[in-house]
């Protein structure tokens, strides 16, 4: 059984920077892709950024980009989310999720709160 635990949110003043962690346990594949997520109430879940384990390519959402950073130590099962220039509407709950490459099998971390405001 694959567990993800995310760490890293809290309040920040608009401007500031926060780093996500998403640890990962368990058997996890060695052919995965990671993705953050995040997800406001009334508002739709949103892909923020994604990066694969094998080739490092990433992608990062345009509402992001040039702020966010995502990123992967594989040794560790980790997944970082540099969040630099946070605004207020970066607000929400962020979750990782890994996805086995080639499969629609998938896991979910239990999210963590990011809130931006002075």
């Known amino acids: 059984q694959v567990q993800l635990v995310e760490s890293g949110g809290g309040l920040v003043q608009p401007g500031g920077s926060l780093r996500l962690s998403c640890s990962g346990s368990?058997?996890?594949?060695?052919?995965?892709?990671a993705a953050w997520y995040r997800q406001a109430p009334g508002r739709q879940r949103e892909l923020v950024a994604a990066?694969?384990?094998?080739?490092?390519?990433?992608h990062v959402a345009d509402s992001v980009k040039g702020r966010f950073t995502i990123s992967r130590d594989n040794a560790k099962n980790t997944v970082y989310l540099q969040m630099n220039s946070l605004k207020p509407e970066d607000t929400s709950n962020y979750y990782c999720?890994?996805?086995?490459?080639?499969?629609?099998?998938?896991?979910w971390g239990q999210g963590t709160q990011v809130t931006v405001s002075s």
């Open positions: 990066i694969a384990s094998s080739s490092g390519d990433t």
């Open positions: 368990g058997s996890i594949p060695t052919d995965t892709v």
């Open positions: 999720k890994i996805r086995v490459w080639g499969t629609t099998t998938e896991y």
